[in-house]
C-alpha cells in the first residue's frame, strides 16, 4: 500500500473492504466455549469489597440472559438501547448482551450533568433502558429531569432497573411487580439468541462534541470492532495470556476497545476501583495485579506517572490516543515501567477505532531511543488496511509529499457510518474516495462471492465496497519515513491584538520547564470581553521543594488548601519563573497574560483534559493573591505614584492588579498590561491631567510604576519645582541613541565583495525574511514569478509548519501557487538570534549558494521603544548583512519605511525643494536630519539599519534601500491588511459615523507596486555599489479625498473638523458599557487623538532611483512599471469590497454615487485572514 520509493500511502490501494472478521459477540462466545474457566474480569478490590473474579462461562451465561431479554421484549436491529453505566463487569455485560440482541448501545455516564443526559437521550431515541445497579448506589438514580424526559418523550420497550452479576456468576435485573426482571430468562443462560447481524450492521452509538454545545451521534459499525485484532496480536504480541486494563472513560468510545481486545483475545480485563484512580495510587494498582497492556489518553497516563514511585515491570505494551502525545510523559512513564513498548495511535470517535501506530522501544531495549525524536511523538502509519492520507489543503487531488503540510485524511474500511440525523455534516466529514473509481470495488467483490460459491449470510447486512475517506480537520506531514506527524489543528492557530499565535508553540515551551509536569493554554475572554491568553500548569512537585530550597524559600503553610487564591499564593514565585522562561522563548505578545497553578487537571469522563472546566481566576482572587502587606512594598509612593498606582489597578483589576499590590518597580506589562490597555491608560491620564500629553511610547519605554510616574512628574513641572515628585529622569536617553548605537555598529562592518550586475532569465537563490507578513507574501510572490528559487526565514516550530505559515499567508492573501513548493526551501528561525538561529553548516551553505539577500523581516510596532525594536529591526540587519560578507558575493535589499523621514526637517526640505521646482526630498539624503528626533521606536530601528547599510555601501555592498510609504491592499483582488492604519481609520470613520477635515496629501501604493520596486531594486540596484529607493504615490490624494470615498460609496460619514471628530472618538472610547464595537483605532488611539493634522503630514519624495529599477527590470518581467503606482478612489472602492465581503467593514447604509463591486472571497482566504495579520512577518 505504502509508495515503494517514499513510504507515503497509495490512495487507490485495495484496503479489504469485505475482510469481516465477524461480529465481537459471537468471538467472545467462541472464547467462552474454549476457554470457560479462563478468568475474563477481575474487579479488583477496594478499602470496603473484596476482589471479584468472573470467568469466561459467567460472562457469557449473564450475556445470554440479558441478550434473551431484550430480544424478547421487542427489541430491532439497529434499535439503541441505553446503559446508565459504571466502570466494572456489569458494564461488560450488558454491552456484549445489547450486540447479542442486534442492537446498539450506547452509555449514560453518571458524572454527566442531567442536561447533558437528556440530549444524550433526545439524540439517542433508545428503545430499552439498562440501569447497572452500582451506578445508582454510587451517584445516586437518575435525576427527576432525567427520569421526566424519560416518562415524557421516550417509547421504552423495556426497562432494566438493577443490573448487577451477584458474586457466584448470576445475573439479575432488579424487581418489578414482585420478581425479577430477568427471572424468565434464566433458562437461556447456554446459547445466544444468534440474532444475524452483518458489517454494516451499527453496534455502537458514541458522541462527540458539536456546534453549539450539543454533542453529536456517531454511529459505528461491526467491521471495525473485530477488523483490525488479529494484525494488533500479532504485531504486538497480545495473546491469551495479557491482563488488560479498564481505565477509558465509560462513555469514551475508547472504552470499546479496554473491553472487546481481551474478549476477542481470550485475555483478562482487570477493572480498578475509583479510589485507586489516582495519583500515586494507580501506578501502585498495575504492580500489584501485573498489568500487562494498558490504553491510555496522555492525560490519564500523566495520572499513572504523577507523583508515583512503584515500579510495574510486567507492563509490555501501552496504547495512546486521544490527545498529542509528549515525549517528557513517555520517559516517565519508562522509567516506572522499563519493558513498556509505547505505541501512539490516532483515531478519531469518526474511525470507530485507533487506526494509526508509531511504537517507541523499551527503554530496556533502547534506553537512548526518545533522545532521537522530536518533543511530539508522530501519529505514524496506518494499521493494516488504514491510510493516513496527508492531503493538500488548496489541492484535494494531490497527496502531500514528505515535509509539506496538508490535512489528514483517514482511509479505511472500518470507518463509522454517519452522525445520527446530521445528513450534511456526514456529507461534509465522510467523503468518497475521489482518486479512484468506486465500481472497481464492487466488481471485485462480485467475483469473489462467486468465486466462493456461496454468499456469507451476513452480506444481508453489508452495502457492499465503500472506499471512503474521514477529513479529520487535523494538520500534519509526512516524514521522510512515511510516518505521519500531527502538527495541530486545522483552526489550532488564534489571533491576538493583530498578532497570529500558535498554541501548541506555548505549550511546547511550556512543557520543558523543569518544575512543569502538566500544561495547556487557552484563549479566554476577560471581564472586558478581550482576548487573554492563560496557561495552566500542573507543578512537579517532587522538584518543587528542592527548587524552593535552592532559592532559600519556604513552601505554604496551607499545603493541603487547593483554593484557587492559595495556589496562586503558594506558586508564585513558579509562576514568575515560568513567565519568565517564556520571555526568552516567546515573542511579546505570545507570552500569557494569566499562568494559573493546579494541583492537578480536571478530566472529563471520557479521561481528556476538561478545558470548558478549567478556572478562570476571579478578579478578587488574583488579588488576594498579589496582596502584599505594606512593608512589603518598599519606600512611600509619591501622589503621583499612587493616583497612577489607582489607574492602572482599574485598568488591570481583572487582572488581580489591586492599587495597594502595586510597588514603584512593578512593571505595566508583568502586571497584565497589554497595547490595548495601554491605549486606555493614555485615555485615564489625559482625565486625570488635562494638560499634559505623554507620548503613548513612555510606558513602553519606562513601564515601571516609578518610571512612568515620574516621567508625568516631568510633564507637570518641567523644571522641577514640585517637592513632591518622584526622582527626575533624564532627558528621553532615546532621542539621540538610536544614532550613536548605529554609528557603534556600523565599525563592525566588515568589506565587502561587490556583486557583479545579474543578468536577466539567470536563475537566482534568494534568501528572504519576512515572506509571512502581507508585503513579504506579495515580495515571494514577485521573485518567484522570476527564474530560480526561494529561501524563507520563518519563525515556527519546526520545518512543516515553517512552510504551513508561509502557504497560509499566501492562500489567505489569495496569492498561493501550487508550483511554489519545489522552488521555496522555509528554514526555521529567528531575527533576534546569531546568524538567526541556523545551525553553522546551514548558515555556512547559505553563504556560498545565495545571490540575493532581501531583509524584509522586522517587527512593525508604533509604540514600542527603541530598544525594544534593536533586537528584531537592527541587530537583524546586521545579520543579513553578514551573510552578505562570507561566501560568494550577493545583491542586498533592505525594506526600509519612509518613517525615517518623519521629523520638521524633512517637511520644510520638501517644501523648499518644490518651491525650486524639485520632486521632494532626495533619495541621496544623508538622513542627517533624523540624526534625532524621531518620535517613534521603529523609526529610529529604520533609521539604524539604514544607515548601517549605508555604510556597508561604502565597504563595497551591492545593493538598494527601499523606501515605502503606506502599504494598502492588492488593486485586482482588493486584498488587504487589516491591521494598516488606513485600513483601519476607514472602518473606524464609519463607527464614528463622521471623517476628520483633513488636507494632507498620503503616500499609499498597492502592495503588488511595492513588491515590484523592492524585487526590482536588489536585483537591479539602480546606482553602483548602493543606492536608496523611495517607493512614492502617483498622483497623491488627500485624506479628504480617501476617506471621502467613503461617502461616494454610500455610507453616511459627514466631514467634521478635526476637533470634533477627535471629541466624538474620545466618547465612543469612554462608553465602556458594552454595547458598541471596539473602535478600530483603539491600538492607535494616542496617534489619532494627538494631532493627526500635523503628524499625518508627509514630505514629498523623489523617486528616479526607483524608477530606473523598474527600468532596469523590464528585460526580466517584459512589463514597465516605472511610471509609479497609486491609491485612486476607484481602488479605494475595490478595497471596500473585500473589507465588506471579509466582514471586516458594514455594507454601507445606501446606494452611493459610485457603485461597489463585491469582491469573491474562497474559504481559504475567508479563514486564513483570520490567523494572518501584520505588516512584515518575524
Known amino acids: 500500500m505504502p509508495s515503494p520509493t517514499s513510504g507515503i500511502p497509495d490512495p487507490k490501494a485495495d484496503l479489504d473492504w469485505s475482510g469481516f472478521k465477524g461480529p465481537i459477540h459471537e468471538i467472545f462466545a467462541g472464547n467462552a466455549r474454549r476457554y470457560p474457566e479462563q478468568p475474563c474480569v477481575v474487579e479488583t478490590a477496594t478499602s470496603k469489597i473484596s476482589e471479584r473474579r468472573f470467568t469466561y462461562k459467567q460472562i457469557f451465561e449473564a450475556t445470554s440472559v440479558l441478550s434473551h431479554h431484550l430480544v424478547q421484549n421487542g427489541i430491532q436491529r439497529g434499535e439503541v438501547v441505553m446503559i446508565f453505566a459504571h466502570r466494572g463487569v456489569d458494564l461488560v455485560v450488558a454491552i456484549m448482551a445489547v450486540l447479542a440482541a442486534g442492537a446498539t448501545f450506547s452509555v449514560l455516564d453518571p458524572l454527566y450533568p442531567p442536561d447533558r443526559q437528556c440530549i444524550y437521550l433526545e439524540v439517542s431515541q433508545p428503545r430499552a433502558l439498562v440501569v447497572i445497579d452500582r451506578a445508582t448506589r454510587e451517584a445516586g438514580p437518575l435525576s427527576d429531569q432525567v427520569r421526566d424526559y424519560v416518562e415524557e418523550h421516550l417509547q421504552l420497550r423495556t426497562e432494566i432497573p438493577?443490573?448487577?452479576?451477584?458474586?457466584?456468576?448470576?445475573?439479575?435485573?432488579?424487581?418489578?411487580?414482585?420478581?425479577?426482571?430477568?427471572?424468565?430468562?434464566?433458562?437461556?443462560?447456554?446459547?445466544?439468541?444468534?440474532?444475524?447481524?452483518?458489517?454494516?450492521?451499527?453496534?455502537?452509538?458514541?458522541?462527540?462534541?458539536?456546534?453549539?454545545?450539543?454533542?453529536?451521534?456517531?454511529?459505528?459499525?461491526?467491521?471495525?470492532?473485530?477488523?483490525?485484532?488479529?494484525?494488533?496480536?500479532?504485531?504486538?504480541?497480545?495473546?491469551?495470556?495479557?491482563?488488560?486494563?479498564?481505565?477509558?472513560?465509560?462513555?469514551?468510545?475508547?472504552i470499546q476497545r479496554d473491553i472487546f481486545t481481551p474478549l476477542f483475545l481470550g485475555a483478562q480485563?482487570?477493572?480498578?476501583?475509583?479510589?485507586?484512580?489516582?495519583?500515586?495510587?494507580?501506578?501502585?494498582?498495575?504492580?500489584?495485579?501485573?498489568?500487562?497492556?494498558?490504553?491510555?489518553?496522555?492525560?490519564?497516563?500523566?495520572?499513572?506517572?504523577?507523583?508515583?514511585?512503584?515500579?510495574?515491570?510486567?507492563?509490555?505494551?501501552?496504547?495512546?490516543?486521544?490527545?498529542?502525545?509528549?515525549?517528557?510523559?513517555?520517559?516517565?512513564?519508562?522509567?516506572?515501567?522499563?519493558?513498556?513498548?509505547?505505541?501512539?495511535?490516532?483515531?478519531?470517535?469518526?474511525?470507530?477505532?485507533?487506526?494509526s501506530y508509531y511504537e517507541l522501544p523499551s527503554c530496556t531495549e533502547a534506553p537512548d531511543f526518545l533522545d532521537s525524536i522530536g518533543e511530539v511523538v508522530p501519529a505514524g502509519r496506518g494499521m493494516n488496511n488504514v491510510q493516513l492520507l496527508?492531503?493538500?489543503?488548496?489541492?484535494?487531488?494531490?497527496?502531500?509529499?514528505?515535509?509539506?503540510?496538508?490535512e489528514i485524511y483517514v482511509r479505511a474500511g472500518g470507518l463509522a457510518e454517519e452522525y445520527l440525523g446530521l445528513p450534511d455534516l456526514t456529507a461534509t466529514k465522510f467523503v468518497d474516495n475521489w482518486f479512484v473509481d468506486q465500481q472497481m470495488w464492487v466488481e471485485g467483490d462480485k467475483k469473489k462471492v462467486e468465486s466462493q460459491g456461496a454468499a456469507e449470510p451476513w452480506r444481508d447486512f453489508y452495502r457492499g465496497p465503500r472506499d471512503r475517506l474521514y477529513r479529520s480537520g487535523d494538520l500534519g506531514h509526512y516524514g521522510p519515513d512515511g510516518n505521519v506527524h500531527c502538527t495541530g489543528r486545522v483552526d489550532s492557530q488564534v489571533k491576538i491584538r493583530g498578532f497570529r499565535i500558535e498554541l501548541g508553540e506555548i505549550d511546547s515551551h511550556l512543557s520543558a520547564h523543569p518544575l512543569v509536569r502538566e500544561n495547556v493554554t487557552l484563549l479566554k475572554r476577560d471581564a472586558y470581553e478581550e482576548p487573554t491568553l492563560v496557561s495552566y500548569i500542573v507543578p512537579e512537585m517532587k522538584r518543587w521543594y528542592d527548587w524552593l530550597e535552592e532559592r532559600g524559600a519556604k513552601d505554604s503553610d496551607s499545603v493541603d488548601d487547593t483554593s484557587m487564591v492559595t495556589l496562586l499564593k503558594r506558586f508564585k514565585y513558579l509562576r514568575d519563573d515560568v513567565r519568565e522562561h517564556l520571555k526568552k522563548k516567546l515573542p511579546a505578545y505570545a507570552v500569557p497574560s494569566i499562568i494559573v497553578p493546579l494541583i492537578r487537571f480536571p478530566l472529563n469522563p471520557n479521561g481528556k483534559i476538561d478545558r470548558p472546566a478549567l478556572p478562570f481566576p476571579e478578579p478578587a482572587h488574583l488579588v488576594a493573591a498579589g496582596a502584599r502587606r505594606p512593608s512589603q512594598l518598599g519606600a512611600a509612593l509619591t501622589p503621583t505614584e499612587k493616583t497612577m498606582a489607582g489607574i492602572w489597578a482599574e485598568l488591570l483589576g481583572d487582572r488581580g492588579v489591586s492599587a495597594d499590590s502595586i510597588s514603584g518597580t512593578d512593571s505595566f506589562f508583568d502586571l497584565g498590561g497589554h497595547s490595548i490597555i495601554a491605549q486606555r491608560l493614555l485615555f485615564k491620564i489625559r482625565q486625570e491631567w488635562k494638560d499634559i500629553d505623554v507620548p503613548m511610547t513612555t510606558i513602553f519605554q519606562y513601564p515601571t510604576l516609578r518610571a512612568f510616574s515620574a516621567n508625568i512628574d516631568q510633564a507637570m513641572d518641567p523644571i522641577g519645582l514640585r517637592l513632591d515628585t518622584a526622582e527626575a529622569?533624564?532627558?528621553?536617553?532615546?532621542?539621540?541613541?538610536?544614532?550613536?548605537?548605529?554609528?557603534?555598529?556600523?565599525?563592525?562592518?566588515?568589506?565587502?565583495?561587490?556583486?557583479?550586475?545579474?543578468?536577466?532569465?539567470?536563475?537566482?537563490?534568494?534568501?528572504?525574511?519576512?515572506?509571512?507578513?502581507?508585503?513579504?507574501?506579495?515580495?515571494?510572490?514577485?521573485?518567484?514569478?522570476?527564474?530560480?528559487?526561494?529561501?524563507?526565514?520563518?519563525?515556527?516550530?519546526?520545518?512543516?509548519?515553517?512552510?504551513?505559515?508561509?502557504?497560509?499567508?499566501?492562500?489567505?492573501?489569495?496569492?498561493w501557487e501550487e508550483g511554489w513548493e519545489s522552488r521555496l526551501e522555509p528554514l526555521v528561525g529567528d531575527l533576534e538570534k546569531e546568524n538567526f538561529g541556523l545551525e553553522p553548516n546551514t548558515w555556512n551553505k547559505l553563504a556560498d549558494s545565495v545571490d540575493v539577500v532581501i531583509h524584509n523581516g522586522a517587527l512593525v510596532h508604533w509604540v514600542l521603544p527603541y530598544s525594544r525594536l534593536r533586537g528584531p529591526n537592527v541587530v537583524s540587519t546586521m545579520t543579513a548583512l553578514s551573510m552578505c560578507a562570507v561566501g560568494k558575493p550577493k545583491k542586498f535589499g533592505l525594506v526600509s519605511s519612509t518613517s525615517v523621514l518623519d521629523t520638521d526637517f524633512f517637511v520644510k526640505l520638501s517644501e523648499k525643494s518644490l518651491a525650486e521646482g524639485g520632486t521632494g526630498v532626495p533619495e541621496a539624503d544623508d538622513l542627517e536630519g533624523a540624526r534625532k528626533g524621531l518620535g517613534t521606536g521603529y523609526g529610529q530601528s529604520k533609521w539604524a539599519a539604514e544607515y548601517i547599510t549605508r555604510q556597508a555601501g561604502k565597504r563595497g555592498l551591492s545593493g538598494c534601500v527601499i523606501r515605502p510609504g503606506y502599504v494598502l491592499g492588492d488593486?485586482?483582488?482588493?486584498?488587504?491588511?487589516?491591521?494598516?492604519?488606513?485600513?483601519?481609520?476607514?472602518?473606524?470613520?464609519?463607527?464614528?459615523?463622521?471623517?476628520?477635515?483633513?488636507?494632507?496629501?498620503?503616500?499609499?501604493?498597492?502592495?503588488?507596486?511595492?513588491?515590484?520596486?523592492?524585487?526590482?531594486?536588489s536585483f537591479n540596484p539602480p546606482v553602483s555599489p548602493l543606492a536608496v529607493a523611495q517607493i512614492t504615490s502617483h498622483p497623491r490624494i488627500t485624506v479628504n479625498e480617501f476617506l471621502g470615498s467613503l461617502e461616494n460609496f454610500g455610507y453616511n460619514v459627514p466631514?467634521?473638523?478635526?476637533?470634533?471628530?477627535?471629541?466624538?472618538?474620545?466618547?465612543?472610547?469612554?462608553?465602556?458599557?458594552?454595547?458598541?464595537?471596539?473602535n478600530a483605532l483603539l491600538p492607535l488611539y494616542h496617534f489619532v487623538t494627538g494631532d493627526l493634522p500635523a503628524d499625518t503630514k508627509a514630505p514629498e519624495l523623489d523617486d528616479r532611483n526607483a524608477a530606473g529599477a523598474l527600468k532596469k527590470d523590464q528585460a526580466w518581467t517584459g512589463q514597465d512599471w516605472s511610471a509609479g503606482g497609486a491609491v485612486t478612489e476607484d481602488t479605494v472602492g475595490v478595497y471596500i469590497s473585500y473589507l465588506i465581503e471579509l466582514g471586516f467593514m458594514p455594507k454601507p447604509e445606501k446606494q452611493g454615487v459610485k457603485a461597489l463591486v463585491m469582491s469573491k472571497l474562497t474559504d481559504a482566504m475567508r479563514e486564513g485572514m483570520k490567523l494572518v495579520g501584520g505588516r512584515r512577518g518575524v
Open 1055 to 1078: 466631514l467634521v473638523p478635526y476637533s470634533e471628530w477627535k471629541q466624538n472618538m474620545e466618547t465612543y472610547v469612554s462608553d465602556r458599557s458594552g454595547t458598541k464595537e471596539e
Open 729 to 815: 529622569i533624564e532627558d528621553d536617553p532615546e532621542d539621540e541613541a538610536y544614532s550613536a548605537d548605529a554609528r557603534d555598529l556600523a565599525v563592525k562592518l566588515t568589506e565587502f565583495k561587490t556583486r557583479e550586475p545579474l543578468k536577466p532569465g539567470e536563475e537566482v537563490h534568494t534568501f528572504l525574511t519576512g515572506a509571512t507578513g502581507f508585503l513579504g507574501a506579495y515580495i515571494l510572490r514577485d521573485i518567484l514569478s522570476r527564474p530560480g528559487k526561494v529561501t524563507v526565514l520563518v519563525r515556527a516550530q519546526d520545518i512543516d509548519a515553517a512552510l504551513g505559515r508561509v502557504r497560509q499567508t499566501c492562500s489567505a492573501y489569495g496569492i
Open 269 to 355: 480485563l482487570l477493572v480498578p476501583s475509583k479510589e485507586d484512580i489516582q495519583h500515586e495510587k494507580l501506578a501502585e494498582w498495575m504492580r500489584k495485579y501485573g498489568a500487562t497492556v494498558t490504553h491510555l489518553t496522555p492525560a490519564m497516563g500523566q495520572i499513572l506517572v504523577g507523583g508515583a514511585s512503584a515500579i510495574f515491570p510486567n507492563l509490555h505494551h501501552s496504547f495512546f490516543v486521544g490527545d498529542l502525545l509528549i515525549k517528557r510523559d513517555c520517559r516517565r512513564l519508562q522509567n516506572l515501567a522499563p519493558n513498556v513498548r509505547i505505541v501512539n495511535m490516532y483515531g478519531t470517535t469518526e474511525t470507530q477505532r485507533a487506526v
Open 971 to 1017: 488593486p485586482e483582488s482588493g486584498t488587504t491588511n487589516t491591521d494598516d492604519f488606513l485600513v483601519r481609520i476607514l472602518k473606524g470613520c464609519i463607527q464614528l459615523k463622521s471623517r476628520p477635515d483633513i488636507t494632507n496629501t498620503i503616500n499609499m501604493v498597492p502592495v503588488t507596486h511595492v513588491a515590484r520596486v523592492v524585487v526590482a531594486s
Open 390 to 406: 496527508v492531503v493538500d489543503r488548496e489541492d484535494r487531488n494531490k497527496i502531500c509529499q514528505p515535509g509539506q503540510s496538508g
Open 162 to 254: 438493577a443490573l448487577e452479576l451477584k458474586d457466584d456468576g448470576t445475573l439479575v435485573g432488579g424487581v418489578k411487580e414482585g420478581r425479577d426482571v430477568l427471572e424468565e430468562q434464566q433458562k437461556l443462560r447456554t446459547e445466544l439468541p444468534g440474532v444475524l447481524v452483518g458489517p454494516d450492521s451499527t453496534p455502537t452509538l458514541s458522541f462527540t462534541s458539536g456546534s453549539e454545545g450539543k454533542p453529536k451521534g456517531v454511529k459505528g459499525r461491526h467491521f471495525s470492532l473485530t477488523h483490525y485484532f488479529p494484525w494488533m496480536a500479532a504485531t504486538f504480541g497480545l495473546s491469551e495470556n495479557d491482563k488488560f486494563t479498564m481505565l477509558s472513560g465509560i462513555a469514551h468510545d475508547p
